[in-house]
């Protein structure tokens, strides 16, 4: 039965006392926050008493003694306090300055600790961005294609933030330009949350090959089905497949072959769609929603309007997801509807916000 006289706190056995010096052995060894504030109020519940045993209300007040503690045990030295005997002096020669030089140095490296940390965290990957919004997630790592991703991201982004996700055994690779999460597959769950796919604004899949991408596509469409996905393949029949489960995923496939027939007909005509979809030479390919409010425009004036007012070049207008669904350069009499989307050269991307939208109805002059 157990002995009611024994305190709970009370150390039974000399296992019970061994494990207890462990933990306070590993607090110490390992200046853990809990353990730096305990020694702190020990050394200044030890201190205050050792004054008020000499020096009295003088410096020993309560509203007096944090001010006197922190100015000593970090050598500031007012001296508009100080102990008037021998013994109180010695106590803050030998006591309190030494302690509190010790405590505050023992802070300066917990804090130095904390962030190199974090910093180590996030450069191994092991960081959350589930905070994030309207961030672009790229998944996979190919070296310097996916670097020339980043620098057309944020030739084109506003400052949106970039989240890579990789399954090399790596460190982040552009620290001064993403974020960076790593897990053993790229289709693992927690590994796409901490991404931050839930609220992401887009997804752009490079895999090592059309399966890998394959299976990330369905992935991220599990965790966020209404992302918008933009995936490369090599086979079209593998992106067949993502786009039979996520109707939102847009396939791109190489057409290093139509360019060159292209160019071999009219020389020079692989200039142009470089630098239409470059971000970093103007002027770029850009796409613009119809505002969702009844509006029935005629291409022929919407052409005119933007390129009088906005100096952008309409090319052509979707109005659906599929590749039949976009007709470019459209006759004039095309009636581009709420829900459409218009696609358009300019130097810079117009902002949905402050376009007139019934300046498109009217004549330029």
Request: charged residues 20%; glycine residues 8%; hydrophobic residues 45%.
């Amino acid at each position: 039965m157990r002995n009611p006289s024994r305190s709970p706190w009370q150390v039974h056995t000399p296992r019970q006392l061994a494990a207890l010096g462990r933990i306070i052995y590993r607090h110490i060894a390992e200046v853990t926050w809990p353990a730096i504030g305990i020694i702190a109020l020990v050394h200044y519940g030890t201190s205050w008493g050792l004054m008020a045993l000499t020096e009295g209300e003088d410096i020993a007040a309560p509203s007096v003694y944090w001010y006197f503690y922190l100015v000593t045990s970090t050598t500031v030295g007012y001296g508009d306090l100080s102990p008037s005997t021998t013994f109180g002096r010695f106590v803050a020669v030998f006591w309190v300055m030494p302690g509190g030089i010790a405590l505050f140095t023992s802070v300066v490296a917990k804090v130095v600790q904390s962030a190199s940390g974090y910093w180590r965290r996030q450069m191994r990957g092991l960081g959350d961005y589930r905070e994030l919004s309207d961030h672009t997630v790229i998944v996979g790592w190919a070296g310097d294609r996916t670097r020339r991703m980043v620098s057309f991201l944020r030739g084109d982004s506003d400052g949106r933030a970039i989240v890579l996700v990789a399954d090399q055994s790596m460190e982040n690779p552009m620290p001064d330009q993403v974020q960076f999460v790593r897990g053993e597959t790229l289709t693992d769950a927690n590994v796409l949350d901490r991404a931050g796919v839930a609220s992401a604004g887009r997804a752009i899949i490079l895999g090592r090959d059309d399966n890998e991408t394959l299976a990330a596509g369905l992935a991220i469409a599990a965790r966020n089905p209404q992302l918008h996905i933009a995936a490369f393949f090599h086979d079209e029949a593998v992106s067949d497949l993502l786009k039979a489960h996520c109707p939102r995923a847009e396939c791109l496939l190489p057409m290093s072959i139509e360019l060159l027939v292209r160019t071999a007909n009219d020389p020079g005509s692989s200039r142009v769609p470089k630098t239409l979809l470059s971000t970093l030479v103007h002027p770029t390919l850009y796409s613009l929603p119809v505002p969702e409010d009844g509006l029935e425009i005629a291409f022929g004036s919407l052409f005119r309007v933007l390129k009088g007012r906005y100096h952008a070049t309409a090319l052509g207008v979707a109005s659906g997801q599929g590749n039949d669904a976009l007709m470019l350069n459209p006759p004039d009499d095309r009636i581009v509807r709420s829900g459409d989307v218009i696609y358009y050269m300019a130097d810079r991307r117009l902002n949905l916000a402050s376009i007139d939208w019934r300046s498109f109805t009217e004549k330029v002059g």
